[in-house]
């Protein structure tokens, strides 16, 4: 069986992993891929956009479906078009990811539903914004109504600093067309939780749930970053699983229902979990990066056959294993502003153990022996073990096999969920 991997980050890296795994898949395509993915998958020099010849490989191919990594495809409605020419694939239709592509769309649905969520304003100006403000208290968030590569959202902690956000988005419009208009929200206190499902519009599967740390230093300080590393599973009372199901999960499915929308993929719901209970921040329309790092090696299937299944249409019951992973991202210089290409990576990057592994996310190989950095998240140093704590450490001594001149990464991945109990600690 061949399959198509669309994406080229440490998130696609993990699904090619897992595929390579597959007792199933006989060949893994990649586009565009990386040269960090090559000894694993046939990366190809094609552009999702060209969505004639992206069908044209596929048919000539004879690829078994596609898995759409990131984002802008599916908000494009890749997976529209595919399906329309027969070609299976793991993705939401254009209107489901509406969910992710607006902010503005997801929080009327959610309204709609009557999910729990933060309460909030549309606006579209700076002034409109510093009046609305009133309506809420500091800290606010301020999020970009579009799709803005993990840079949309503000926490901002004062009017000030509010005044401030609004004016690079409205008025020196530092995100284009995604800040046209903006979500201003209620600021939530509690833990943030990353819970995807698998689903195919009725039915869904919840996988190991997952925890990321959006801040680039330790103990949650400096700018919001796509994410600087993530542990799994995280343990939650059967209580709390019972209320995300009954008051996020199943009233989501439905409304996409009634609303005749089709949606067969991922949905990562991004939770902070209050005192009130859970609260939705956002959706996502695919798989989390660096949640999927931590999430794929922790099922036990065939990740070839999970997939395959889900395109169809088809869920079955997920396993998982009695295991825990830490994904530690190792960064570029100048992450998440202006990162800096070229640097070059010393040590084994090679180097792997039953307990370590690397996956890339944005090197590229300078000649046959030298690799240099070539995105904002360069590495995910993966551990897994039999507990937290020993997937944590696991993952920093593989960390430690490689570096580069002013490399960015937090020694705390995991640190507060180890210790002490998740549920009383404030993740944010
Ligand atoms: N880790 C957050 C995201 O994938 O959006």
Not at 251 to 266: E, F, H, M, Q, S
Not at 304 to 310: E, S, V
Request: proline share 5%; hydrophobic share 35%; aromatic share 8%.
């Amino acid at each position: 069986m061949k399959v198509l991997v669309l994406g080229q980050g440490g998130r696609e890296h993990a699904l090619v992993h897992a595929l390579s795994q597959s007792s199933l898949v006989t060949e893994i395509h990649v586009i565009p891929g990386s040269d960090g993915m090559m000894s694993q998958a046939l990366c190809h020099k094609l552009d999702w956009k060209s969505t004639e010849a992206l069908i044209d490989f596929c048919l000539k191919t004879e690829i078994e479906y596609v898995v759409i990594g990131p984002e802008d495809p599916l908000v494009a409605g890749l997976a529209d078009r595919l399906r329309e020419r027969g070609i299976l694939c793991v993705g939401p239709s254009q209107e489901g990811a509406k969910l992710e592509g607006s902010k503005i769309f997801a929080k009327e649905f959610m309204t709609q539903a009557k999910i729990p969520t933060a309460k909030y304003e549309v606006v579209s100006y700076v002034e409109e914004t510093l009046k609305k403000c009133e309506h809420f208290t500091p800290p606010y968030v301020f999020k970009a109504d579009g799709l803005a590569a993990g840079k949309g959202v503000y926490i901002c902690k004062d009017k000030e600093d509010l005044e401030r956000s609004a004016r690079e988005v409205f008025e020196k419009k530092i995100l284009g067309d995604a800040g046209r208009r903006a979500i201003l929200e209620q600021f939530s206190p509690g833990w943030e939780l990353s819970y995807l499902i698998l689903t195919n519009g009725n039915d869904f599967q919840t996988l190991p749930l997952a925890q990321d740390h959006k801040r680039l230093c330790d103990h949650d300080e400096g700018p919001n970053t796509g994410g600087m590393g993530t542990i799994a599973p995280l343990k939650i009372s059967q209580n709390l699983r019972d209320d995300i199901d009954q008051k996020i999960v199943r009233p989501t499915l439905d409304n996409l229902k009634k609303n005749g929308i089709l949606y067969r993929g991922v949905i990562f719901f991004g939770l902070m979990i209050t005192e009130q209970g859970p609260s939705l921040l956002e959706y996502n329309c695919r798989f989390g990066d660096p949640e999927t790092q931590v999430i794929l090696p922790l099922v036990d299937g065939d990740w070839g056959q999970i997939l395959k299944d889900l395109a169809a249409g088809i869920l079955k019951p997920i396993q998982t294993k009695n295991m825990a992973a830490t994904c530690v991202v190792m960064a570029a210089p100048g992450y998440p502003y202006s990162p800096q290409k070229g640097v070059k990576i010393e040590g084994d990057l090679q180097f792997s153990s039953p307990s370590g592994y690397f996956l890339h996310a944005g090197t590229a190989k300078a000649d046959a022996n030298n690799w240099v950095t070539n995105g904002g998240r360069v590495l995910c140093s993966m551990g897994i073990g039999p507990t937290l704590e020993e997937a944590q450490k696991a993952a920093y001594v593989q960390a430690s096999k490689v570096t580069w001149n002013r490399i960015q990464m937090r020694k705390d991945i995991g640190a507060k969920m180890i210790k002490p109990n998740p549920t009383k600690t404030n993740a944010n």
